[in-house]
């Protein structure tokens, strides 16, 4: 596994890479695209992380997949991560890479996770509170249907965690019940 620190690092020499030849922006896009392809494709992930398979290979699929669809700097960046063998950890690149993206552009990433899907007219409504509660320019709201919850919703921005699901209001109401230190006086 990729130390955090290293993968630090790819990130932070990519982001130099990208503000020296102003397409900042444009890499950001690319990494998106291809952390939903990544996280899309489990056939992809397993390639990526092979050892059995050899780079020369590994860099046709990335051509085939990626050469007309990414930015010259990351698709050369992601080659470079190919012959050097660092392949196996570009999905914890990515990650590093976006959230220090998002720090720098001062984007708070958001999950808004409920039990049935939300409408776009919600989800505006969500990321618009969230702009004003936190200090911020730009909210990234992701939206996540887990029945599991039963109802209510759960929503993670940043560090921090609002739950306020049935299922949690539940498990609450489990563990007083469990709890017999406090008998009430009649």
């Given at each position: 596994?990729?130390?955090?620190?290293?993968?630090?690092?790819?990130?932070?020499?990519?982001?130099?890479?990208?503000?020296?030849?102003?397409?900042?922006?444009?890499?950001?896009?690319?990494?998106?695209?291809?952390?939903?392809?990544?996280?899309?494709?489990?056939?992809?992930?397993?390639?990526?992380?092979?050892?059995?398979?050899?780079?020369?290979?590994?860099?046709?699929?990335?051509?085939?997949?990626?050469?007309?669809?990414?930015?010259?700097?990351?698709?050369?960046f992601i080659n470079l991560l190919t012959k050097k063998g660092r392949e196996k950890h570009l999905v914890e690149m990515v990650d590093s890479f976006l959230e220090q993206y998002n720090k720098e552009k001062n984007i708070v990433t958001a999950s808004l996770t409920t039990a049935v899907p939300v409408g776009e007219e919600s989800l505006k409504q969500v990321r618009n509170l969230l702009m004003q509660s936190v200090d911020t320019k730009a909210v990234e709201l992701s939206a996540v249907v887990d029945e599991n919850i039963i109802g209510g919703f759960v929503l993670k921005y940043g560090d921090l965690l609002l739950d306020n699901s049935v299922e949690r209001k539940l498990q609450l109401i489990k563990k007083q019940i469990q709890d017999t230190s406090y008998i009430p006086k009649i």
């Open positions: 596994m990729l130390s955090p620190r290293l993968a630090s690092r790819y990130a932070k020499s990519l982001m130099l890479i990208a503000r020296e030849n102003k397409v900042l922006d444009a890499v950001s896009k690319d990494l998106h695209l291809l952390k939903e392809t990544l996280d899309s494709s489990k056939d992809l992930r397993i390639m990526f992380k092979s050892p059995v398979i050899p780079s020369d290979k590994k860099e046709k699929v990335i051509h085939a997949l990626f050469a007309e669809r990414l930015s010259d700097v990351t698709y050369s």
